[in-house]
């Protein structure tokens, strides 16, 4: 792939990306596609953004590509989550872009639904994902999270648990869910996520 000119502080990189995968149980698979990534000066603490340019993957609103050929690739979060465990452009692509590259190709090659679980775009797909990331059961509760994600953790300490429970966030084990979250990106990107929770996706 080459660096191509960008209009802002991001790196673009064009060109057909290669990859061989085989999860466990699973079919080996080696393919390409054409892509563009638009990598974020704030990476690893911001999501690139990546376009099929090739058009090989079909725009049929099965295969998780939205309207603007930018692939959907996971929940905000989740992929935070993953870029943080290894946080780096190669970190990004093995645990984030191949396993859904993977997916399409097995889907394209052998039919079939996706390889790994699919989520609904926008808001609901999201929602459910953090449900399960949180452990926590309403939508509200997300929400509540992701705001106290947003400020300082003594002052988010002082409030109400998202959990529920009835004590303050401090004295709930909970906090230590949401402290785990705390380091992967700024307070800014939780604040703005909770008030937009369905972009991205």
């Known amino acids: 792939m080459s660096i191509g000119p960008s209009r802002d502080s991001s790196t673009i990189l064009k060109g ?10 699973g079919k ?3 393919d390409s596609y054409e892509l563009q990534f638009t990598v974020p000066y704030a990476f690893p603490r ?8 090739g058009h090989k993957i079909p725009r049929d609103g099965k295969h998780h590509v939205n309207q603007d050929d930018t692939l959907c690739l996971g929940s905000p979060l989740r992929l935070m989550q993953k870029i943080s465990e290894k946080p780096s452009l190669v970190g990004f692509s093995e645990k984030c872009l191949v396993p859904y590259l993977y997916a399409v190709s097995n889907k394209l090659q052998n039919g079939g639904g996706f390889a790994f679980s699919e989520l609904a775009h926008g808001e609901p797909g999201i929602i459910v994902d953090y449900l399960d990331l949180l452990g926590l059961k309403k939508r509200e509760q997300v929400i509540n999270a992701l705001k106290l994600l947003g400020v300082k953790r003594r002052i988010a300490n002082k409030k109400p648990c998202p959990c529920e429970c009835g004590q303050r966030l401090g004295r709930c084990s909970f906090h ?3 402290n785990s979250y705390r380091n992967i ?12 929770i369905g972009a991205g996706m």
Do not use: D, M
Request: without cysteine.
């Open 46 to 53: 911001a999501i690139p953004i990546v376009k099929e340019i």
């Open 185 to 196: 990106t700024p307070r800014s990107w939780f604040r703005t996520h909770a008030t937009n």
């Open 28 to 30: 080996e698979i080696t």
């Open 176 to 178: 230590r869910k949401l």
């Open 16 to 25: 057909v990306f290669l990859f061989r995968a085989k999860p466990a149980g």
